[in-house]
């Protein structure tokens, strides 16, 4: 399939600074893809560079087998939305939607009508007349979205536009974002540094950082199978164990694992390496007799969250290292578990990743 965006060995150089360092990504048409990463990484630039707000200092875009890679924006066919909302303070909503279409002189019963039905999209119906003032932030993001997608843009670009929202709003809006998505089949690219965020609406997450992409992938690709050292750091909880290669396994401490993933594989014996494995890969129930990787140690500290607690456990056979574990607030309380109390663990072979 011919990708519907594509980017070419996309740099960006400020002085001597590289914020990107020759980008290559295709999406595909009808994608939602969200740029993830810290703060500094690239993100926002390379959105700002699909949109032809910032000019690349080399590289090739296509949208829709067309190069854009030297158009102006206005000549791009995309609608964007931003963190800010941007909207027109003086405009009420009705004009803050239609702006676009009043740009290309689209007749003004047209006009009046796509606003009504986009309006009636992002579930504000009846608010042509109110100004910007007059709505909660939720609202007005949802007036930018309609204001995006009125010129039907074959490619919509989200930068951060939930991050000023408080969290039950952009929990609400975000998955009506993607229902709309869904429903209009427009490739939609969103940069965001909120990792649930990406993982609820993201067909394919590029995880970037300082100016390169470190993976591709679905948010199960890139959460169960982190490619680098910095996709398993960055994303998600993760546990973090020294170890060196043995004969018989991973020598972490005193105990040898055992590790049934390829990454394990091709490690010379003595070569220092790092585990990775997520609280949720750590059991403390059912271990059978006979389970690799088992071990005990003392609950040092229970971190409420809600509906589970985070528990780190202190193992001296594992060198003192802490190793932490979901456990839900039931099999705490029905274990009659507390800080000090001594408890079981096993490490699921099949989930451990090893990097050198």
Known sequence: ???????????????????????????????????????????TTLLRIIAGLEVQTAGRIELAGR????????ERDYGIVFQSYALFPNLNVADNVAYGLVNRKVPKTQARARVAELLALVGLPGS???FPAQLSGGQQQRIALARALATKPGLLLLDEPLSALDAIVRVKLRSEIRSLQRQ???????????????????DRIVVMNQGSIEQVGTAMQVYREPATLFVADFVGRINALPATAHAGGLRVGQQVLHCEHSSVNGHESGRELRIYLRPEDVLARPIAAGDSNVFEGQIEKIDFMGPYCLVRVRADTLGAQAITVYLSLNYLAEAQLAEGSRLPLRLLPERMRVFS
């Open 1 to 43: 399939m011919t990708p519907y965006l594509r980017l070419a060995g996309v740099r960006k150089d400020f002085g001597s600074f590289s914020a990107l360092k020759g980008i290559d990504l295709d999406i595909n048409q009808g994608e939602f893809v969200c740029f993830l990463g810290p703060s500094g990484c690239g993100k």
């Open 67 to 74: 190069d854009i890679s030297q158009l102006p924006p206005a």
């Open 128 to 130: 042509e007349a109110k």
């Open 184 to 202: 209009l089949g427009v490739t939609t690219i969103m940069v965001t540094h909120d990792q649930e965020e990406a993982f609820a609406v993201a």
